[in-house]
């Protein structure tokens, strides 16, 4: 009868109405978890440099350095501004690198006299393009801690780290080059894709792949490439737009 289907009608239509909430209380548990897990990940990043950073800082002081340590104070206040922004977990591509060249520049304030110089090469059109956070600085951290771990003055070329920022239709990617004593490939794969304490040994790698792989998806790769005291390079490709833009 028309009744009965009338009933079987508004069944229907209330089943659909259950299911769509439930989706949807689904996907906003899937976007608190994917945040969550994001941030636990970043938290992750190595203190150490703030703790040094502020030691060389009080080193600067107590010696009456007071043009050190207020440039110190400066790029270490700079660099704090973008680690945290907001809880932001994307932000401009000119802010990731203004991010790295503050590591650096705090870097090479610790040194007496040999310097590490760095450079960046990007495209002004891409700037202003959303990126997740705090990738670019774990990476030339590594190469400053592994590359250039012994007296700067044994190398044969000038200590160099450049990272460069490309794009193409539907990928962007970062290459950091270095010409220090070179990857240990095999380990350093072997860091980025499993569990395991790494002390010290390819700093944040695995946290940077988690990172990309929960922002980005399945479209993330890092490469490895290595003639060491000439070039060793890290090459990371990451697709255009997060998985939720895709």
Sequence with gaps: TNTELDEIGRSYNKMLDNIRRLLEEIKEQEREL???ELNMLISQINPHFLYNTLERI???ILNEHTEAASRMVESLGQYLRITLSHGQLLIPLEKEIAHVTQYMNIINSHAQEDKIRFACHCDSALLSRPVLKLILQPLVENAVKHGFSQD???YILPPEITVTVTAGDDYLQYEIADNGKGIDIPHAE???????????SHFGLQNIYRRLRSTYGDGVSIRFSSIPYLR???TVRIPQQPKAMQ
């Design 152 to 154: 700067l003055r044994s």
């Design 58 to 60: 009080h080193f600067q």
């Design 34 to 36: 994917r945040t969550t």
């Design 190 to 200: 072997a860091c980025m894709r499993r569990s395991y304490q790494e002390n010290g």
């Design 232 to 234: 060793s390079v890290v």
